[in-house]
T-cell receptor, first 111, second 110 residues
């Protein structure tokens, strides 16, 4: 079992829908990252959070440290949001420069 | 600012050939990383560097070597390429904990 699990693996939505992507982890962490990888391959950091909630435009990330769970929400989804969304955690034991990566959630938003 | 750049973008090698992938960053970041990305697997750390002149092994270092002679450059070498090294390679850099990624290099070893 991976230390970082994402669900769903694949998601198809209609433009305008509210989308939720989940990330659960099994290790103690100092921070959790959400990243976006577009078709074409580039990876961009969206959020880094260690508690609570962060918002950037139509994206909202939340984390519950006690439950070892984070969600990434996309409001009013648009076809340009189609990408792979990756969760990664920084464990609070050992070398905390290293990240433990989830396998990603592939999102397709249809017009 | 170009951010993080990688050269080449694509390469096809024959088994046993060698090559070097170059990563360059213009953000004065101390930390640099090399990852590989394979279908069905998360990003895996090959090697990383915490500063000029330093390198360290990641999860999957075998078959790769690295050098960080200048702060802005992090080189990944394959001395004798194998088909198992067919992958997309990403370089990243960071000054705090947020990592900035290059566009990737798609390497095929036949």
């Amino acid at each position: 079992k991976n230390e970082v699990e994402q669900s769903p693996q694949n998601l198809t939505a209609q433009e305008g829908e509210f989308i939720t992507i989940n990330c659960s982890y099994s290790v103690g962490i100092s921070a959790l990252h959400w990243l976006q990888q577009h078709p074409g391959g580039g990876i961009v950091s969206l959020f880094m959070l260690s508690s609570g909630k962060k918002k950037h435009g139509r994206l909202i990330a939340t984390i519950n440290i006690q439950e070892k769970h984070s969600s990434l929400h996309i409001t009013a989804s648009h076809p340009r949001d189609s990408a792979v969304y990756i969760c990664a955690v920084r464990a609070n034991a050992g070398n905390n420069r290293k990240l433990i990566w989830g396998l990603g959630t592939s999102l397709a938003v249809n017009p | 600012n170009a951010g993080v750049t990688q050269t080449p973008k694509f390469r096809v090698l024959k088994t046993g050939q060698s090559m070097t992938l170059l990563c360059a960053q213009d953000m004065n970041h101390e930390y640099m990383y090399w990852y590989r990305q394979d279908p069905g697997m998360g990003l895996r750390l090959i090697h990383y560097s915490v500063g000029e002149g330093t390198t360290a092994k990641g999860e999957v270092p075998d078959g790769y070597n690295v050098s960080r002679l200048k702060k802005q450059n992090f080189l990944l070498g394959l001395e004798s390429a194998a088909p198992s090294q067919t992958s997309v390679y990403f370089c990243a850099s960071s000054i705090s904990y947020e990592q900035y990624f290059g566009p990737g290099t798609r390497l095929t070893v036949t």
